[in-house]
C-alpha cells in the first residue's frame, strides 16, 4: 500500500544552487557540478522541482564519505543533505532514534551513550550520514552477527522525484523500503529515518589483538571466533610475500555484561568517547598526514607495514585490554585528513565479497595480481559477513576484503591501475561474489547482472521505472553501471 503526501509550498521556494567541485572521499574521481544544501523537507522538494522542470539529473549526496563516484554527479546537480542533521526524537527506553538524513554516526551516538545505548551497525568512520549509511546499507565489524546497517532501520519517509513523502517499512511499501536500503539514492531521498540502537552495559569493550601469521591463518581466526566473538577486523600486510603472504593482526572485541565493568559506567560520557585529537597530549594528530605522505611518496609503506605487524606481537601478550566503543571502532577519525597522504592522485578501495567456499583462494588470488602489477594496497581490512534481506546487497556468507590503492596523477600508471581493478573484479564476480558501491570506482555497466543478479536487476529497474521514469537520480556511478 502506498500513502503519500506533498510537502506545502515547496514551488515557491527559490532554490540557489552554487558551482562546486564534488569529489569522492578518495579525491580520485568527481567533478564539477551544481551544489545545493537543503534546511527543511520543503527545500528538498523546491530542489526536486527545480531539477525536474530542466530535466536535468540529480544525485543524493550525504557526508561525502564514498571513496568513489556513488554521489558524485559530474555537470549535473548535487543535493548535499548535511544541512538537515536533526536528531528529532530519542527514546531512552527503547534506543529507538528518529533521525533526519543528514545525522551523522557521531551525532547518534553522542546523543545514545548518554543512554547506555549505541549504534548497532558503525563503519570505520563516524562522520558517515543516517542517509548515506542507508542509501549504501553500511556495514561493521560486527556484519556476522547483526547485519548490516539497514536491519536496524524500522521505518523511513522517502521523497520520490514528484515531491511526494512515501512511508515504508518492513510491512509498508516493502518492496520499495528493501530496494531503496542498499540502493544507492536512485529511487528516492530519505528525509527522515526511524534508527533502532543497541544496549550496551559499560562505555568500554574487552580487546584482543591475535597475530595472524598468513592468509589461511586470518581465516582460521575468523572461523574459530566467529560464534563467540561480538566484533572481528583483521589488518592484513598486503606488502609481504611468500610464505608470510596476508599476514595481519586480527582484533576481538567483546561487550561487557551487566555489572561486569562498573567502572565502565563513567564512559556512558559522550566526551569520553571521542577519538583523541592528540598524541600523549602534545601532538596534534592533524600533523600527521604529511609523515604518511612521505612514506607513501618514498615508498616506505612496505616498511611501515612491516613493524606494524611486529608491534602486533606486544600487543596480543597485553591482550586483553579494554577500550572504549569510538577508540575501537573510529580508526579512520585518528588522523584528520589522512587521505591527503594519496595526494596528489587521490586513491580507491577495492572491496571485493567473496563466498566462504571460494574466499581464501580468491583474495589470495588479488593479492598475488595487485603484488605482479606494482599495485600493492597500502592497507587491507580482512572482515566476515552474512547474508541480509535488501534487494541491492553486496552481502553475502563469507568474507570481504577492503583494499585501499594509491592512484597516480600519470595517466598511463592511472589506466594500468584500472585495468587490474577490473581483472581483479572478474576474478571476483567469476566465483559468484560482489561489490559494495560506498566504495567502488572501476566497475563496468557489463559487471551489475552479474554482480545481483538477472531477477534482481529487473526489480530494481522495474521500481525505478515505477518511482522515477524519468530517471532523474543520477550519479556518475549509476552511469557508469548502466543502471
Given amino acids: 500500500m502506498t500513502t503519500s503526501t506533498s510537502p506545502p509550498t515547496a514551488d515557491a521556494l527559490p532554490v540557489p544552487w552554487r558551482d562546486e567541485s564534488v569529489m569522492g572521499f578518495g579525491m580520485s574521481v568527481g567533478g564539477p557540478?551544481?551544489?545545493?544544501?537543503?534546511?527543511?523537507?520543503?527545500?528538498?522538494?523546491?530542489?526536486?522541482?527545480?531539477?525536474?522542470?530542466?530535466?536535468?539529473?540529480?544525485?543524493?549526496?550525504?557526508?561525502?564519505?564514498?571513496?568513489?563516484?556513488?554521489?558524485?554527479?559530474?555537470n549535473g546537480h548535487v543535493l548535499d543533505l548535511t544541512g538537515m542533521n536533526s536528531i528529532l526524537s530519542f527514546d531512552p527506553a527503547t534506543g529507538v532514534a528518529e533521525c533526519e538524513p543528514g545525522v551523522t554516526v557521531r551525532d547518534l551516538w553522542k546523543r545514545s551513550i548518554a543512554h547506555g545505548y549505541w549504534p548497532r551497525v558503525v563503519s570505520g568512520t563516524m562522520q558517515v550520514s543516517m542517509g548515506g549509511a542507508a542509501a549504501m546499507n553500511i556495514h561493521g565489524k560486527n556484519n556476522y552477527r547483526l547485519g548490516a546497517f539497514g536491519e536496524g532501520v524500522r521505518s523511513f519517509e522517502l521523497m520520490t522525484p514528484k515531491g511526494e513523502l512515501v512511508r515504508c517499512s518492513r510491512e509498508q511499501n516493502a518492496d520499495l523500503f528493501h530496494a531503496a536500503i542498499g540502493g544507492f539514492g536512485m529511487l528516492g531521498c530519505f528525509t527522515k529515518l526511524e534508527i533502532e540502537t543497541k544496549r550496551v552495559h559499560s562505555g568500554r569493550l574487552r580487546v584482543w589483538g591475535i597475530v595472524a601469521k598468513d592468509l589461511d591463518h586470518n581465516f582460521e581466526i575468523l572461523e574459530d571466533l566467529h560464534g563467540e566473538a561480538d566484533y572481528l577486523v583483521s589488518w592484513v600486510d598486503l606488502h609481504a610475500t611468500g610464505a608470510s603472504l596476508g599476514r595481519g593482526l586480527m582484533h576481538r572485541a567483546d561487550q561487557m555484561k551487566p555489572g561486569e565493568d562498573p567502572d565502565g559506567l563513567r564512559f556512558y560520557d559522550p566526551a569520553l568517547q571521542d577519538v583523541p585529537s592528540t598524541i600523549l597530549g602534545l601532538v596534534p594528530k592533524g600533523w600527521l598526514w604529511p609523515g604518511m605522505w612521505c612514506a607513501v611518496k618514498f615508498g616506505q609503506v612496505g616498511l611501515v607495514n612491516w613493524l606494524k605487524f611486529q608491534a602486533g606481537f606486544r600487543e596480543e601478550r597485553q591482550s586483553p585490554y579494554l577500550q572504549t566503543h569510538g577508540a575501537f571502532h573510529f580508526l579512520l577519525d585518528y588522523v584528520p585528513r589522512w587521505q591527503w597522504m594519496t595526494k596528489p592522485g587521490g586513491l580507491i578501495q577495492f572491496q571485493p565479497f567473496v563466498p566462504k567456499a571460494e574466499g581464501p583462494q580468491v583474495l589470495r588470488r588479488l593479492i598475488e595480481i595487485c603484488q605482479r602489477d606494482g599495485h600493492v594496497p597500502y592497507l587491507g581490512v580482512l572482515k566476515k559477513h552474512k547474508p541480509d534481506p535488501f534487494l541491492m546487497t553486496h552481502a553475502l556468507d563469507g568474507y570481504s576484503m577492503a583494499m585501499d590503492i594509491c592512484v597516480s596523477k600519470n595517466t598511463s600508471k592511472r589506466d594500468s591501475l584500472w585495468r587490474t581493478c577490473r581483472e581483479?573484479?572478474?576474478?571476483?564476480?567469476?566465483?559468484?561474489?560482489?561489490?559494495?558501491?560506498?566504495?567502488?570506482?572501476?566497475?563496468?555497466?557489463?559487471?551489475?547482472?552479474?554482480?545481483?543478479?538477472?531477477?534482481?536487476?529487473?526489480?530494481?529497474?522495474?521500481?525505478?521505472?515505477?518511482?522515477?521514469?524519468?530517471?532523474?537520480?543520477?550519479?556518475?556511478?549509476?552511469?557508469?553501471?548502466?543502471?
Fill in 424 to 483: 581483479m573484479a572478474d576474478v571476483v564476480l567469476d566465483a559468484g561474489g560482489r561489490f559494495y558501491y560506498a566504495k567502488d570506482a572501476v566497475l563496468m555497466e557489463s559487471s551489475f547482472s552479474r554482480l545481483h543478479g538477472g531477477d534482481a536487476v529487473a526489480q530494481f529497474r522495474a521500481l525505478k521505472q515505477r518511482w522515477d521514469p524519468e530517471g532523474m537520480f543520477q550519479t556518475d556511478l549509476s552511469r557508469r553501471m548502466g543502471v
Fill in 33 to 74: 557540478a551544481k551544489v545545493f544544501r537543503p534546511q527543511s523537507v520543503e527545500e528538498v522538494a523546491a530542489a526536486f522541482g527545480d531539477v525536474r522542470r530542466q530535466g536535468a539529473s540529480l544525485a543524493l549526496r550525504g557526508a561525502g564519505c564514498s571513496y568513489g563516484d556513488a554521489s558524485t554527479n559530474r
